[in-house]
């Protein structure tokens, strides 16, 4: 069917490759609220490590 409507698609959009974007992010805040989590660890001098970042993530995303 898409084939059929190949020249119209192609006029759509022609700077995207991509036509469909994908799903919404599910928690949009999350990387701002994350990102104010770290740089508050990060001013006190605390260590942020990989595991805590995602625990803190897991953590945002449920409340």
Known sequence: DWCNKR????MAQPHVKHLNSGAKPSYPDLKVELAD??????NELK???RSMV???AAALAKS
């Open 37 to 42: 989590w770290i740089r508050v660890h990060c």
């Open 7 to 10: 020249g119209e698609l192609m």
């Open 54 to 56: 995602q625990v803190k």
């Open 47 to 49: 260590p942020v490590s």
